[in-house]
């Protein structure tokens, strides 16, 4: 650590030091980091870190730094898991060397992966709607279970639109279904026009059905 430390806060890298492999195993598990650097050789269970680290989902495509001190080979700890391998002593030439080319790689990886917080409109496909709610298409990601603004323009001539606020209830393979909490009052009675000539268009197909049977 005397000899990273310093090193790696010169390139503005913080280092969050767990000095049992099964607490750095279990940090891999829960949570993304951009490098980790593993002790194989002088810290217990180091190489079995090593090994499961970069097996952790969140962490695949992280910079892998292998640390030996002559129990693992540089090739053996390139072949379970590391990326790049120093010896002990750590030099600092060596280490200056890795940091030019894996910070870029580190940065590329944290611009990749760091999630901004952000709040920006964004389109779905509606697949049914009633008076308390709707189902939209969700191939991907699920929404958040929280409470969502929504807006959605009613397809009529004066182009009114609804706006209101709803909540996820039941998510599936490809369909997410949202309850209303609350739809802006003076969007209503378009909303209600609206459902009243969907449930008439449905009442007509259903009579042509019956009446061609």
């Not at 002088?42 to 002559?70: C, F, M, T, W, Y």
């Not at 379970?80 to 940065?107: C, H």
């Not at 609350?182 to 009243?196: E, V």
Request: proline share 6%; aromatic share 8%.
């Amino acid at each position: 650590m005397n000899a990273v430390r310093p090193k790696f806060a010169e390139s503005g890298i913080e280092i969050v030091m767990r000095n049992e492999a099964a607490l750095a195993v279990e940090l891999s598990n829960r949570r993304h980091l951009d490098g980790f650097i593993i002790d194989c050789d002088d810290v217990p269970g180091g190489r079995e870190a090593l090994i499961q680290v970069p097996a952790s989902p969140a962490n695949q495509k992280s910079i892998v730094l292998g640390i030996v001190n002559g129990g693992t080979s540089i090739a053996q700890a390139l072949d379970i898991g590391a990326q790049f391998v120093l010896t002990k002593p750590v030099q600092e030439d060596r280490l200056t060397s890795f940091l030019d080319f894996a910070v870029p790689k580190m940065e590329r990886e944290h611009r990749r992966y760091f999630r901004h917080p952000i709040e920006l409109p964004i389109e779905l496909q509606m697949h049914n709607v009633s008076e308390g709610g709707f189902a939209i298409r969700s191939i991907g990601e699920r929404l958040p279970e929280s409470v969502l603004s929504v807006a959605f323009q009613l397809p009529s001539l004066d182009g009114d639109k609804v706006r209101g606020r709803a909540v996820v209830v039941w998510a599936g393979d490809f369909f997410t279904g949202l309850r209303f909490l609350y739809i802006d009052p003076r969007c209503r009675p378009g909303f209600q026009a609206w459902l009243t000539s969907l449930e008439g268009q449905l009442r007509f197909r259903e009579s042509v059905r019956v009446a061609r049977t």
